[in-house]
């Protein structure tokens, strides 16, 4: 089975401040793994994946196996990150299906 | 190139009818995948097409289906409305060969289910 979770649903920092965004997840498999954000009154649209090792917009993501973790990470928040973050996961033969976490609301004060 | 479109942006049904969903994927796409997003349960998979054939279903009831045409554009059907349907119903596209599950997302359709 996959799962993932997303421990945070509410999380706030101020302008300028780090930011962390946790992720974990369950795949007996070689899961890929996608950061997806919505901002207000936006579509969802893809932030990152594991396997392109790209930074978007700051942020960046590693997969770590041991741990079974991809949490989203940016050294300096800014007002525009404020949004909503979906973790998801597609995995194996699954196809077409990304597994999403509950999402985490990131509230970047000024 | 222009992004993956869904129709009618909102509608209103009552219990028992039955509504059509329709999803424009992106050019060249030819997976189409559907989810239903609702505060309670987030967003949940609901089914895959790929050249017009399902290959991926999620934990649904019969009522929910969907098809694909050879344009590769996508319909999903909800009979016998149920007010626990009301939710945002999100497609969303992809090239969908193997390895490649990067998924662009339309705006979605509000259904409510009074």
């Known amino acids: 089975a996959q799962r993932v979770t997303q421990p945070e649903k509410l999380l706030s920092v101020f302008k300028g401040a780090p930011v962390e965004l946790k992720c974990n997840y369950s795949?007996?498999?070689?899961?890929?793994l996608f950061w997806y954000v919505q901002y207000s009154r936006q579509r969802l649209q893809l932030l990152l994946r594991?396997?392109s090792r790209e930074s978007i917009k700051g942020f960046t993501a590693d997969l770590n196996k041991g741990e079974t973790s991809f949490h989203l990470k940016k050294p300096f928040a800014q007002e525009e990150d404020s949004a909503m973050y979906y973790c998801a996961l597609s995995g194996g033969t699954s196809y077409g299906k990304l597994t999403f976490g509950q999402g985490t609301i990131l509230t970047v004060h000024p | 190139k222009a992004g993956v479109t869904q129709t009618p942006r909102y509608l209103i049904k009552t219990r028992g009818q039955q509504v059509t969903l329709s999803c424009s994927p992106i050019?060249?796409?030819?997976?189409v995948s559907w989810y239903q997003q609702t505060p309670g349960q987030g967003l949940q998979f609901l089914f895959e097409?790929?050249?017009?054939?399902?290959?991926n279903k999620g934990n649904f009831p019969g009522r929910f289906s969907g098809r694909q045409f050879s344009n590769s554009r996508s319909e999903m059907n909800v009979s016998t409305l149920e007010l626990g349907d009301s939710a945002l119903y999100l497609c969303a596209s992809s090239l969908g060969g193997w390895g490649n599950n990067e998924q662009f997302f339309g705006p979605g359709t509000r259904l409510t289910v009074l």
């Open positions: 795949y007996s498999g070689s899961p890929e």
């Open positions: 050019s060249g796409h030819r997976s």
């Open positions: 097409y790929f050249s017009e054939t399902q290959r």
């Open positions: 594991h396997i």
